[in-house]
């Protein structure tokens, strides 16, 4: 059975948010939702060379969704039972049995689970499960134009990319993600120096 | 998913419902059954104070949801969720808590004790509600270490008073005495417990010092720990000194303190809640 996850290579990625953009258009988020977000990372800092002032700036941007987990914690924290796993793998969040109560978002630590205030429900990522049943990519993985972003089997996609470690997702034994990366050129530095996440605002931390 | 303000009111009255169960329990148990004085007849009554503790606390909690009208469903993931658990044990030990106010007076006492044994699975689910593994601030001693030390400081002001305003005695008695000194020594013990915490988190992972920053400037919330917890201690213990009336109103108020530190105390519990990753 095909468990599904995501791959991206963040190597190639430009930040142009195609992706967040799509998936915001295809599931008719409000204002201050966002599914899928991209995530800009930077660091460096000015250095001297002998009498000159050189700076080493380095940036990478990540795109991050609900991961669909193997080990869910929003589907262990949930007290109405409104998450399920899928057999395809897929986290799916059942609106109509939600409380409201936001469990499930203090506990994901990749922040999936949002608010919509109107409705007063939290909301997720559901990978576009309807476009998979047509043959269609996510939207999401559909938008990008340099084809970073890959929906697949995640033992497959484990072939080909690597671990999801990068700065600043958290440690993947926490809810072991879906979730494949191939790693930016910088990522090494980030974890080095601390790489910070410049546009929090904007993801909506 | 509103404002923590509804979820440090429910868990503080509900850990002062747990604590005054045990107090008034323990009374009535340890001292008034066997003496069969006035304490007996002060334990079964203001037993009532517990169930309406219990209610507040509920009906507060709702508040915190969006979806209040379908708060029945939040039982229905027992087998996975803390959270689960501690919703059906809030609601038992309301249940519980109530039945000795409608039985017979004979049976009050014994039901009180059996209630105040649900308080403890109570407090459990409680605490792991709260340690998430994705809260390195929550996900510690702490969080069971505040749930128990809030209903002994609150639940043994409680008792103080209940215990108090019924005794018709000048002279203290012995449930009166262990009562107030227990919820002095737990009210004092509160600030330090918070110290030791955030002590712990400033050398804890990325997460845990963002929450002990956090803590470090909580102004006036800190602030008002320290005095409410100290000042609410000393007046429990100088009200075994005093005679009624005046001891009614020196119990009152260290009851009223006790619970202003604890709420407090669980506003910085709230605050340092910092989660790890994005």
Known sequence: MTRLGFGVDTSACTGCKACQAACKDRNGLPVGVLWRRVYEISGGSWRREGEAWRHDVWAYSLSVSCNHCEEPICLEVCPSNAYTKRDNGIVAHDPARCLGCGNCAWACPYGAPQLDPARGVMTKCNLCEEELAAGRAPACVAACPLRVLEVGDREELAARFGPPDMVPLPDPGLTTPSLRLRAHPHAGRARAEGGRVRNREEVGE | ????????????????????????????????????????AAATAWGAAVPILAAAAIAVSLLHLERPLRAWRAVANLRRSWLSREVLAASAFCVAAATPVVAPTAWRGWLLLAASLLGAPLLLAMARTYQMRTVPAWDSWATGAFFAQSALATGGAVTALGVGLCSPHDRPGAALVGAAALGAVALAAGPLLLARWQRALACGPGAARAAAERLAHAGTSASARWVASLAGAALLLLALALESPARGAALATAAALAFGAELAGRALFY???????L
């Open chain 2, 1 to 40: 998913m509103k404002s923590d303000w509804s979820l440090v009111g429910f868990t503080v009255l509900s850990q002062a419902a747990v604590g005054a169960s045990w107090g008034l329990a323990a009374s009535w148990a340890l001292v008034a059954r066997r003496a069969g004085h006035e304490v007996a």
């Open chain 2, 271 to 277: 605050r340092a809640r910092v989660r790890t990753g």
